[in-house]
């Protein structure tokens, strides 16, 4: 069965950096592209940065420049580097493959950036 555990998350004050970790019970080679994702209280998830098999990344417009998506294939970790974060970037932060997999979401890692 395909676990990931998030962490790294925390309360931390505008303009400050976190950096999220994901670790995988598989090797995330197998699973080729991964995905970070969110959900903000009230909203529904949504996509943050996508990491393909051979390192190719995209992101969703609001991030772009302040977060940078990596991974480790040897670790089955993958990584969100948060720079520069901004109240609205507040939410629990997921990570599952891109597409994502219903089974596969674990409990996320809450961010919390707040004066």
């Known amino acids: 069965q395909v676990q990931f555990v998030e962490s790294g998350g925390g309360l931390v004050q505008p303009g400050g950096s976190l950096r999220l970790s994901c670790a995988a019970s598989i090797s995330i080679f197998r699973l080729n592209a991964m995905g970070w994702y969110r959900q903000a209280p009230g909203k529904q998830r949504e996509l943050v940065a996508t990491i393909s098999g051979s390192g190719t990344t995209n992101y969703v417009d609001s991030v772009k420049g302040r977060f940078t998506i990596s991974r480790d294939n040897a670790k089955n970790t993958v990584y969100l580097q948060m720079n520069s974060l901004k109240p609205e970037d507040t939410a629990v932060y997921y990570c599952?493959?891109?597409?994502?997999?219903?089974?596969?979401w674990g409990q996320g890692t809450q961010v919390t950036v707040s004066s």
């Open positions: 599952n493959r891109h597409p994502p997999t219903t089974i596969y």
